[in-house]
């Protein structure tokens, strides 16, 4: 499964950018998507987890970005996009997408502070918020 994100830049704060996930690659485990998120890593820090987005289209979201960003998707086009509003320089950072997919794996709740349980990273694309 390959992962590429697009959508990333530079704004000043208060501003909005819309970043976008697909996943191509084998067809099996495309179609056993669990979950997809979005994490990121400023520099100097820890990766975090922001969002991610079940294959029920439930959500959940970290502290820091709810209210200001929404995940969605759209299953035929194996997309996963997250909308990022009301920007703040500490939003700045390299932000990935990854998924948890293949036949009988499940993700549980707290996903998003297991990253080591995501198989399959995107390259990241950077955020840059300025004040």
């Known amino acids: 499964v390959q992962l590429v994100e697009s959508g990333g830049g530079s704004v000043q704060s208060g501003g909005s950018l819309r970043l976008s996930c697909t996943a191509s690659?084998?067809?099996?485990?495309?179609?056993?998507?669990?979950?997809m998120a979005w994490f990121q890593q400023a520099q100097g820090k820890e990766r975090e987890g922001v969002s991610v987005?079940?294959?029920?289209?439930?959500?959940t979201y970290a502290d820091s970005v709810k209210g200001r960003f929404t995940i969605s998707q759209n299953n035929a086009k194996k997309t996963v996009y997250l909308e990022m509003d009301n920007l703040k320089p500490e939003d700045t950072a390299m932000y990935s997408c990854?998924?948890?997919?293949?036949?009988?794996?499940?993700?549980?709740?707290?996903?998003?502070?297991?990253?080591?349980?995501?198989?399959?990273w995107g390259q990241g694309t950077q955020v840059t918020v300025s004040s």
């Open positions: 987005i079940y294959n029920d289209g439930s959500t």
């Open positions: 690659g084998a067809t099996f485990s495309i179609n056993h998507i669990s979950c």
């Open positions: 990854a998924t948890v997919a293949g036949w009988g794996t499940s993700c549980p709740s707290n996903i998003l502070q297991r990253d080591r349980d995501f198989g399959y």
